[in-house]
C-alpha cells in the first residue's frame, strides 16, 4: 500500500478484535483453572474425555504449530504429533504445561501484532491447504473457543459450589444490567 491510500479501517479492526478476543479467551481459560488444584487439574472425568492438562498441552501445541512462522510456513509444522499432545508423561507438570501454554500464546501475539490490514487476504497453509489470513484467524479463534469452553466446563464440575462465576452469576442478571445502564448513563 503507497503512503498516500489509506488504510481499511474494517480490516484494522478486524485485527485488532482478534486480537482482543484471543485475550479474554486466554483470560477466561487461566481464571478457571486458577480455581482448581492440581488433582482436578490433571483428572479425566471419564475414559476418552480429556483432563484440563490435556486440553492446555493440546492447545498449547497447536499455538506453536499455527502461529510460529505464520506468513512462512505451513501451520502444521513437521515437528508437531497432534496425538501426543492428549498424553500426559511425568515431564507433563502443571508448571510445565503451563509454560508451553504461554509459549503458544506468545507465539499468536508475535504473528498477529505485525500484522497490517492488506494482510487479511494473504495466502497462508494449513495442512497444505490455503486458507486467507483471515480464515486461519477465524479458525483459530473457534478451535481455541471451543477447547476454552472445555477447561472451563470441566474446571467449574470439579469446583462444585464453591465455583467463582466467570460471568453474569445465575439470578444477577438485572443486577448487573442495571450496573450496565449506570455505567453507560455517566459515561
Known amino acids: 500500500m503507497s503512503t498516500r491510500e489509506t488504510p481499511d479501517p ?18 477466561l481459560a487461566e481464571s478457571a483453572m486458577k480455581q482448581v488444584d492440581d488433582a482436578a ?4 472425568p471419564a475414559p476418552e474425555v480429556n483432563s484440563i492438562a490435556q486440553v492446555v498441552k493440546h492447545v498449547a501445541g497447536n499455538a506453536r504449530s499455527r502461529w510460529t512462522d ?12 497432534r496425538d501426543t499432545e492428549f498424553e500426559l508423561d511425568p515431564a507433563s507438570t502443571r508448571d510445565a ?11 499468536l501475539d508475535r504473528a498477529l501484532k505485525p500484522l497490517e490490514p492488506d494482510d487479511l487476504m494473504r495466502t497462508v ?12 484467524i477465524d479458525r483459530q479463534l473457534t478451535h481455541y473457543g471451543y477447547h476454552v469452553g472445555q477447561i472451563v466446563l470441566l474446571a467449574r464440575i470439579a469446583k462444585g459450589k464453591a465455583w467463582s462465576s466467570l460471568s453474569v452469576p445465575r439470578g444477577q442478571s ?3 444490567n442495571a450496573q450496565m445502564r449506570e455505567r453507560l448513563r455517566k459515561a
Open 174 to 176: 438485572e443486577q448487573f
Open 41 to 44: 487439574f490433571f483428572a479425566e
Open 70 to 81: 505464520f506468513l512462512t510456513t505451513d501451520g502444521e509444522k513437521p515437528d508437531r504429533h
Open 97 to 107: 504445561l503451563m509454560a508451553a501454554w504461554d509459549a503458544g500464546w506468545q507465539a
Open 10 to 27: 474494517t480490516a484494522a479492526h478486524v485485527l485488532a478484535e482478534a486480537q482482543s478476543q484471543f485475550a479474554k479467551l486466554k483470560a
Open 125 to 136: 497453509t494449513i495442512r497444505g491447504e490455503g486458507h486467507t489470513v483471515l480464515q486461519a
